[in-house]
């Protein structure tokens, strides 16, 4: 199962070549989208989802170079229609590192297709209440585990830097906790 979800979530786009990798990758993707378009619980899973928008999203150059406009169509819609499940599914979700990666997903949809920018004002609102009640005053987990700390300190720190690529306002909360988080790394 694990192996499946690893597959299915795509990080290893990252691992690409990206100057031979294009078609390939382009293949791949389509017949994902042929093969898993519709709801499959596994490879539909909040987490497995989340981190496919988050990959899709970071490697769209990649997997959108020189591709046609059918598979652009495609490709765009399928992850909007990701998008929209995992938004829907947010609030069921009680694991806080799954709704990390979700509130992610989210505001990189938001950054990326402006007219779905309610989901990076989503996204910061959802943020903001995830970072109120998983930290204590000083920025770690609640939950005093340190593998947690480092989880979520990636997350934040992607979101961070994507809103600045995309040169909109990094709210202060999100700064603080970052700093908070490294400060209580640099502790340990």
């Given at each position: 199962?694990?192996?499946?979800?690893?597959?299915?979530?795509?990080?290893?786009?990252?691992?690409?070549?990206?100057?031979?990798?294009?078609?390939?990758?382009?293949?791949?993707?389509?017949?994902?989208?042929?093969?898993y378009?519709?709801?499959?619980?596994?490879?539909?899973?909040?987490?497995?989802?989340?981190?496919?928008?988050?990959?899709?999203?970071?490697n769209?150059?990649?997997?959108?170079?020189?591709?046609?406009?059918?598979?652009?169509?495609n490709?765009?819609?399928?992850?909007?229609?990701?998008?929209?499940?995992?938004?829907?599914?947010?609030?069921?979700?009680?694991?806080?590192?799954?709704?990390?990666e979700i509130?992610?997903?989210?505001?990189?949809?938001?950054?990326?297709?402006?007219?779905?920018?309610?989901?990076?004002?989503?996204?910061?609102?959802?943020?903001?209440?995830?970072?109120?009640?998983?930290?204590?005053?000083?920025g770690f987990?609640?939950?005093?585990?340190?593998?947690?700390?480092?989880?979520?300190?990636?997350?934040?720190?992607?979101?961070?830097?994507?809103?600045?690529?995309?040169?909109?306002?990094?709210?202060?909360?999100?700064?603080?906790?970052?700093?908070?988080?490294?400060?209580?790394m640099?502790?340990?």
């Amino acid at each position: 199962i694990n192996e499946t979800k690893e597959r299915h979530s795509f990080l290893w786009l990252n691992l690409i070549d990206r100057k031979s990798g294009g078609r390939s990758v382009q293949r791949i993707v389509d017949s994902w989208m042929i093969k898993y378009d519709k709801y499959k619980k596994i490879i539909w899973e909040n987490s497995v989802l989340s981190k496919r928008i988050i990959s899709w999203i970071l490697n769209v150059e990649l997997i959108l170079n020189k591709s046609t406009f059918q598979f652009k169509r495609n490709f765009l819609s399928s992850i909007i229609a990701q998008t929209n499940h995992i938004k829907k599914n947010l609030k069921y979700e009680k694991n806080h590192t799954k709704k990390i990666e979700i509130i992610t997903a989210l505001l990189l949809s938001g950054l990326v297709f402006k007219e779905y920018k309610e989901n990076f004002d989503f996204g910061l609102r959802e943020l903001e209440k995830i970072i109120k009640v998983f930290f204590d005053n000083n920025g770690f987990p609640l939950s005093r585990n340190p593998a947690e700390l480092i989880y979520f300190t990636r997350y934040l720190i992607l979101s961070k830097e994507c809103i600045k690529d995309a040169q909109q306002y990094v709210p202060e909360f999100l700064d603080e906790i970052i700093d908070k988080n490294l400060n209580c790394m640099k502790n340990i």
